[in-house]
Structures are given as C-alpha cells and as structure tokens.
C-alpha cells in the first residue's frame, strides 16, 4: 500500500460560536491542510497518483475558504467553522472529488497552528 500525502493552506477568520472562551470572539488562522491518499498499486508508469492532480483538487477546495470570514462561507454559516467541521467538510469535498480514481481517501488534517491540529477519518 502506498500513502500520497500533500499539503495546502489558507487563511481566513473565524469565530466559534458558543465556545465560551476567547475563541468565540473573531480571530484568524493560517490553516495548513494535508490530504493523504491510499493506492493499492502504481500505475503504468510507476506512480500510485499524480501529486499535481491531487494538489489541484485540494487547492480547489480549499481556495473557496482563502481570506473569507468562515462563519459566513456555507457550510459554516449553520455548522461551527471549528478545526473539527472544516476536516470533515473537506474530507467529504475531496473524496467526490476522488470518486472513480484507483485510490482511497484515508485522511485529512487541519492545522490551525504549528501545534495544534485535528485528524478526520470515517469509521
């Protein structure tokens, strides 16, 4: 099995409603998002996806967050713009995107600081 991994950022702002803490209040990011895939096998020319191809799917998606207010981007404007929700949102953005590839969406991360991040997977 082989991994392909690749990464995008974004920046935007976001508030968390009903957190209770200073993260309610409007703060921004650069989000660092990594999307990793599972190839079962390499195709004709030895590669298991092209990393241009994967790139461009991501930075499609995550192009629509750049320098927006989240709370104000759908789905975010009824569903918490937290870490958690935007994983999950992308996640499900990326694998229609993949739907028919010979390759498996496994996860994705979204790190809103150097230290900090979330891991979304389906069960």
């Not at 207010?69 to 990326?94: C, G, M, Q, R």
């Not at 010979?102 to 389906?122: F, K, N």
Request: aromatic fraction near 10%; proline fraction near 6%; charged fraction near 25%.
């Amino acid at each position: 099995m082989y991994e392909i991994a690749v990464e995008k950022h974004f920046d935007a702002a976001h508030a968390l409603r009903e957190y209770r803490g200073k993260c309610e209040a409007l703060h921004g990011h650069r989000f660092q998002v990594v999307a990793r895939i599972k190839a079962p096998q390499l195709n004709e020319i030895g590669i298991a996806f092209d990393f241009v191809e994967l790139k461009q799917y991501l930075g499609d998606i995550v192009a629509r967050y750049d320098h927006t207010h989240l709370n104000e981007v759908p789905p975010f404007d009824e569903i918490n713009p937290s870490s958690e929700n935007l994983a999950a949102t992308i996640y499900k953005e990326l694998e229609a995107e993949l739907a028919g590839s010979p390759v498996t969406l496994d996860a994705i991360e979204v790190w809103e600081s150097p230290q900090t991040r979330v891991t979304y997977r389906p069960d």
